[in-house]
């Protein structure tokens, strides 16, 4: 199969009025588009990725990701569609973490668990936005500053995220923070994506290629243990090429736990700054999807949670397995958990997560 080539054109960012909140700001809608067909639409409520549009490989342009057609469902909305997940991406057993003698407890939005944040995540936050030029690129930058103790977590959080598109359709996500006291910090983005275009079915039949070789057993309460496992011999083998859906309806006790896949995989190579953690291929479409990211690893979730009854993009209802995420991201319940790498941010350090997606089709 050959890989269709891109060209090399200008990029520029629109923005648009996409709401109102309840107290009455303003909520806006950014547009990146390359002249490849490739067209992001990016709030600066929550950071949320509304749409990725992009041709399949035919030239017909679809959107490839889960969300809502209006604001008012990002407000109502519990499954993070799109948005950045912080200030700790993933669970915290018990929401509570001890650093420096010290123990925090956080708020608990996940049976006793702080998940993506807790109760007000980075996900619910209208974010300062501004389009910079920087090496004569233009880059949405989004910024916002979490207070000491904002769902229990500690120190001042300065977080800046920049978003930006390059003709070769790459759109590359950089998050940087810095604190004024010892903290915990790990960002990630929480899109669901569906390479079909047609949000009435499932992504099952999309070809799965995860780079790693262990992932994280969890607990009853999805908290990851602390020894992990090889992937080799086991339905979360996605070493090499494999459909979501092989082994996702197998007997497997840690497929039962989360009924589906929800876990984090080691990625091989972790020291290395910038390297590929995932591919996702859709047949159907041509559609592929290499994840980037200088994380030691991604949470894998095949969207086993989301609910017939939430009405999505064009009154089309969520089911499970519609969509998965691929999220980079720092080992999760870290804080807990010392032999996994730490996650703390000193005051005078500056925390950097790189994401870069990138699109393409094969014949």
């Known amino acids: 199969m050959n890989e269709k080539q891109t060209v090399n054109h200008p990029l520029t960012i629109s923005e648009s009025f996409f709401g109102k909140l309840p107290d009455g700001r303003d909520v806006s809608a950014f547009g990146l588009s390359n002249s490849n067909g490739l067209l992001i639409r990016i709030l600066n ?17 679809k959107d490839i990701i889960l969300g809502f057609n209006d604001l008012e469902g990002y407000l109502q909305d519990v499954t993070y569609q799109g948005a950045i997940a912080g200030r700790f991406a993933n669970r915290i057993e018990g929401a509570r973490f001890t650093l420096n003698g010290v123990e925090y407890n956080l708020t608990k939005n996940d049976g006793d668990n702080c998940l993506h944040g807790g109760d007000r995540g980075f996900n619910q936050v209208l974010w300062e936005s501004q389009i910079i030029l920087e090496n004569d690129q233009e880059i949405l930058r989004l910024q916002h500053v979490s207070p000491h103790g904002d769902q229990g977590f ?3 959080l300065r977080v800046t995220v920049d978003y930006s598109l390059n003709s070769d ?3 590359n996500i950089k998050m940087y923070a810095s604190t004024d006291r010892d903290t915990i910090v790990s960002l990630t983005l929480h899109p669901y994506f ?15 290629t995860v780079n790693s070789d262990e992932f994280l057993p969890v607990s009853s309460s999805q908290i990851p243990v602390s020894k992990q496992q090889n992937v080799m011999n086991t339905v979360f083998d996605f070493s090499t090429a494999r459909k979501i859906g092989q082994w996702i309806g197998s007997d497997d006790e840690q497929l039962k736990i989360t009924g589906g896949y929800d876990h984090y995989f080691i990625k091989r190579s972790h020291l290395i700054d910038h ?9 159907s479409s041509g559609r592929k999807l290499k994840v980037l990211s200088n994380a030691p690893g991604v ?5 086993n949670y989301l609910r017939k009854d939430i009405i999505g993009k064009d009154g089309v209802a969520f089911q499970p397995y519609g969509g998965i ?5 720092a080992f999760p319940n870290s804080p807990n958990e010392k032999t996994f790498p730490s996650a703390l941010l000193t005051r005078g350090e500056t925390y950097e997560q790189h994401i870069s997606l990138q699109f393409s089709t094969e014949v």
Do not use: M, W
């Not at 949470?299 to 969207?303: A, C, D, N, P």
């Not at 995420?325 to 991201?329: A, D, G, M």
């Open 299 to 303: 949470q894998v979730y095949t969207g």
């Open 275 to 283: 390297v590929e953690c995932a591919e996702i291929f859709d047949p």
């Open 45 to 61: 409520y929550g950071g949320i990725l509304q749409s990725i549009v992009t041709p399949d490989r035919k030239g017909v342009s």
């Open 325 to 329: 995420c691929i999220e980079p991201q």
């Open 194 to 208: 569906n390479l079909s275009g047609d949000f009435s079915t499932n992504i099952l039949d999309h070809v799965l």
């Open 169 to 171: 359709n790459e759109f």
């Open 154 to 156: 500690p120190g001042e």
